[in-house]
């Protein structure tokens, strides 16, 4: 219980610190404590039965206004993998690049200076880590100091402290961060952790940028409620077998997309050698999943809490490398030079006599692997003369007691009655049965001592035997002590293979992926492909046949694939429209997936595809748990698209689902179609836009008006509706141009509403649609006009999407022709000539237009 309990607290909800006191009545005293980034000694109990998924971080962050910009300096730990770095960046008002860290660097909590004010600016900062996750934890400000930074750091990192200088005084932001982040996990105060850490470089712009919203949008990390493990990516990318290692690192890749085409390619190059030779594959995952976690166990090493048993699981781990190089080698194909260079070349140095061989040497000498059959971890008596005199000592006490036991059987005459325990209270002890003592009883009594009296017999020693065992038990304690010893320096010599521990542990983690994500590509329903990957510049998103592989992999679904075809200057931002359920989300969702997937270095759901390389991805979609972080919906709808249109890009991808249905139909097209305009003519990324807004489809046609834009099409998802039946089956395929029915009333109906609410909702969908068309005159009677109200729950429109479209464009000349007028020069009443003519020219002109009425 203990166990599950400290899990939720710690891995699941990390909102909770933990401390661990042991005692009784007033006597208490705190042995352990745990926070979500620093596990600390909770680490044995929360991975004692459960491989460890995810290494988490802490961070520092303090945050400063120079030239009117907002810099913050980060810097982070983390305490599992030995690492740590530091970085300094600008941000804007929502936190978006910080945001993006947390999630790259997989942050579960964070220390940042104690402020006094409540200003907006602070609870900003604080709904970004609430929104991630992450806890937040308030510190005194005198900590976030540069001054010790640079000595403190050359104590704990590998390597020279020259080479830290830059790193630490290019930003004091930052090393302030770092400085507190020492003193708050006291890492100093463990001479373990010395010379231990590594220095990572770390930029914000590394990998793609992630928000939380795409993270949850594109269902990225499994989540508490997944009713299976392939609902999300990394449950369904998880084919890895070695123990918790290629885990974390899925799990790393997962939030850290590559940008760099070579890179990706290299990935990709890998997994292409594992799709293509099923043998290899299956050769190689036999080895890794005899593999355990190495880094746990070398870290266990370091701290020198390591036992024996770890040592020869470490032995197991490297016995088993040289098998895993011989694979590598029998691969003679076009990627040979890169195996060589990427994987062989270090592997075979690692494995050599310089290195692990002699560290092989070193457990096979050591350790009596005979026993590990029966589950002892001992050392080997012949590998220290003390240990093995010791032994012989004992063996021949042994021997004596053995004798003494014989001649006490022949003495009391009980046959096979008369038995040797070893107990722990006596050592060695003579028992009988309480039905053969009574034979035996004056002979007890005159030549033995008895001890114990109980229903399972009566136990007594004689002076010989009593004498022997205490010397057994001296011996023994000798033994175990010696052993104990030895182990110790076992520990302390195998610490010094840590680094080629560290080495091989990364290339097995790496290769477990990627054998990993080759065994999904091939063993899915329909096979993956592989993505070719442009710079993020050059070429579009193209994906043919394409499928979401969580949706895909659930049971009872078969899955209609799509074409997506992002085509710059041409369908670079799609507008999808359809009815309720026809699969919108799933194939905007699918698009963003399968270029994540590519960027991760995995084969995609597609049977072509070519992929720009994305440096973000942004996603609106769905509410989330809002209401928990005390703002409504259409709140958080509104937050995360100005963080959107803050911060995307030419290079990022949008997807953005529904947006603008939590607020009246005319403020949600109204804020929507602003919203497109801004994204098609200053952002400028390719995006995919879901929307029961129909007007919005005139957008396509809004480059006609001059305008530039990216290149703006329309999709629908398709439905079949069957006049006589009246039945709606979604064909959920995508398909060029608009559609403009949204059948809400008949997923209604699928729902199975009440006949008199879909009856009623029917009726007051008409009325809706009349009252377009009718407006009521003052005089009572209804006389058909023109109105203009975009209402109506199937949206017919009084003004179409040519009106919309043509009457914005000559609204906008109206603006300009005005705009342009020399007011400032002409006299008062050609002014208000130049204004009539230019009014007049524009009631000709809005005669016949439905929407331009409106503001007439
Ligand atoms: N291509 C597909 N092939 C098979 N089933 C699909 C496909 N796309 C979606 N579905 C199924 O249809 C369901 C509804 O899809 P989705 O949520 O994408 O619809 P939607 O158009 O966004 O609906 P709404 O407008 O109501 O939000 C999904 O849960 C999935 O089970």
Redesign the pocket.
Known sequence: MFETILRDLLLTRTDHTVELYEGSGSNWRLIKTGTPGCLGSFEDVLFATNDMQDTPVVMAVQAAVRENERVLGLAFVNLTKRSMGLTEFLDDDHYTNLESAIIALGCKECIVPQENVNSKDVERLRDVFTRCNVLLREKKKNIFKARDAGQDLSRLVKGSPEQLKDSIFSSELAAGALSALLVYTDLLADDSNYGKFALEPYSINAFMRLDAAALRALNVLEGKGDANKNFSLFGLMNRTCTAGMGKRLLNRWLKQPLLDVDEINMRLDVVQIFVEDAALRQDMRQHLKRIPDMERLIRKVDKRKASLQDIVKLYQATVRLPFIKDILERYNGESASLINKHFLESLKTWIGPQHLGKFEGLVEAAVDLEQIQAGEYIIAAGYDSNLQNIKSERDSVEDKIQKVYKAAADELDVDKALKLEKTSQWGHVFRLTKKEEPKVRRQLNANYITLETRKDGVKFTNAKLKRLSEQYITLSEDYANTQRALVGKVVEVTATFNEVFEGAASLVAELDVLVSFAELSVSSASPYVRPLITSSDTGDIILKESRHPC?EAQDG????P?DCCLVRGKSWFQIIT?P????????IRQVGVNVLMAQVGCYVPCDYATISVRDSIFARVGAGDCQLRGVSTFMAEMLETAAILKAATDKSLIII??LGRGTSTYDGFGLAWAICEYLTEVTRAPTLF?T?FHELTALENSADSGRQTVGVANFH?KAHLDDVSRKLT?L?KVEEGACDQSFGIH?AEFAHFPQSVIELAKEKANELEDFSQLSKKEDGSNEEVNTNHFVGSKRKRVCGPDDTLWGAARARKFLEDFASLPLDQLEYNDAVAEIKRLKSELDIDAADNVWLQQFL
């Open positions: 949706v679904v078969s899955f209609i799509n359809g309720n359920m026809g699969g919108k989300s799933t194939f689902d529904e879901a029961h998802v979604m959920y997923v």
